[in-house]
């Protein structure tokens, strides 16, 4: 064999013996679903108004996460050969990328050292309303913050076309890692919605997970169908995490 062809594939072999492979851990895991973390009132926008958790009361879920005795963590944390996973272990999530996540959770999140993914809608991003690049590299840096991808477009992904629906799983990943200097891990579905079609597209795409908007715990054996727990204006956190196993109070 030709020494550099055999060189190659040295190479090739080399690089696939030291990827580490996925982890997935036995247990289920709860993952909560936020949108907006803002003080919003408006009876024109029922959708925006119960969508938002008050500041104030976000900080006291924070507390009671604590309180019940969970640990944060991030997809990295189980996307490694040992994964090294609290067995109370929950992941807070934020969809859209809204502006908010910055200037009101992120400061909360700091103060107890508590971790969070991101999904901002790629096409957006910098635009009034939304995450900055500068606040996400701040944010990436800090070691509190993973982004993941909520597509290029938040569109419904069952309605396009092939092609367009490998742009917006593919290429949304790619500008968040181009644009970061990251890993994406994973997608968080638009509007929850997807098929076969869509996991399909999501795994040729590279993402290990993929979150929808069903409510249940995130299971580690189906990870491109992640559920969430939603948590919006009317949430009793407090009584799901009793349900889960945390505190009585």
Known sequence: MNKKILFGVIFILGLVCVQPALAIPDAKVPILMYHYIRNYHSPKD??????SVSPADFAAQLDLIQRAGYQTAVFADAATTSP???????????????????TAAFPELKKRRMKAVVYPIYSVIGTSDYLTKEMITEMLASGLVEIGSHTLNHLDLTH??????????????????????????????????????????????????????????????????????RVDDSTNLAGLLRALGGPSK
């Open 46 to 51: 029922k959708i925006g108004e119960r969508l």
């Open 84 to 102: 090294r996973l609290p067995s109370k272990t929950i992941i807070l999530t934020f969809d859209d990328g809204y502006r908010d996540f910055y």
């Open 160 to 229: 396009l076309k092939p092609a367009k629906l490998q742009a917006e799983v593919f290429q949304s990943k790619l500008n968040l890692e181009r644009d970061f200097g990251i890993k994406i891990l994973s997608l968080c579905y638009p509007y929850g919605i997807y098929d076969r079609a869509v996991i399909a597209a999501a795994k040729r795409a590279g993402y290990l997970y993929a979150l929808d908007t069903k409510t249940g715990q995130g299971d580690w054996a189906s990870p491109y169908e992640m559920k969430r727990y």
